[in-house]
């Protein structure tokens, strides 16, 4: 019996000197809940190093030390960064660096804001939403504007006159020709 609790002490004594040695990191990964949310919202990065053990992490702007301020905040292992009241100057790519002794891994991650449309929900149901029905509305009175532009210069070519056949009363009904026609020059 003393020799199977020696055994099961090297054994644990094994697997604690396991924990306490380092594991290269594989892979490191960040997840968020979105990665373009609106300006002045908050945003929470975590970071995350698999396969590996006795890591640091840290966190870069631009591969720039990040600066921590009164709106950037790190959890207490520096696995998680939240952003706080995002502006445009908080755009770019953020690094998570994990290390441990034998290994370091990193992962890049690109912070867009949410584009704001300017445009409240009422203006884009119609009236004043692209084009809308004030759009539709300019762009058929100037069609009909052209057209009528168009149609007003054609007839400007054309002459005021308008002709009328009539038929001579001085020829001779003796002849079996028809009689000349005479063009009379009429105006509006």
């Not at 003393?2 to 594991?23: D, G």
């Not at 809940?33 to 945003?43: L, Y």
């Not at 006795?54 to 939240?82: D, F, H, V």
């Not at 990193?106 to 409240?120: M, N, P, R, W, Y």
């Amino acid at each position: 019996m003393h020799q199977k609790t020696l055994h099961e002490m090297l054994f644990a004594l094994l697997l604690c000197l396991a924990c306490l040695l380092p594991v290269p990191i594989l892979n490191v990964q960040i997840t968020s809940e979105t990665s373009a949310p609106h300006q002045g919202k908050n945003i929470t990065l975590n970071c995350l190093g698999t396969a590996g053990n006795a890591m640091s992490y840290s966190w870069q702007k631009c591969n720039q030390p990040l600066p921590i301020g009164n709106r950037t905040i790190l959890s207490k292992e520096n696995a998680s960064l939240t952003l706080i009241n995002i502006q445009q100057s908080d755009i770019g790519t953020y690094r998570c660096v994990a290390q441990n002794a034998l290994s370091s891994g990193h992962k890049d991650f690109i912070l867009q804001l949410c584009a704001e449309t300017g445009v409240s929900s009422w203006r884009s149901c119609g009236i004043y939403g692209y084009p809308g029905y004030l759009g539709y509305a300019i762009v058929l009175f100037y069609i009909f504007s052209l057209v009528k532009r168009t149609r007003k210069s054609s007839s400007k070519d054309q002459s005021d006159t308008i002709y009328e056949n009539i038929a001579l009363e001085n020829t001779p009904t003796t002849s079996k020709r028809v009689p000349p026609v005479c063009i009379r020059h009429i105006k509006k």
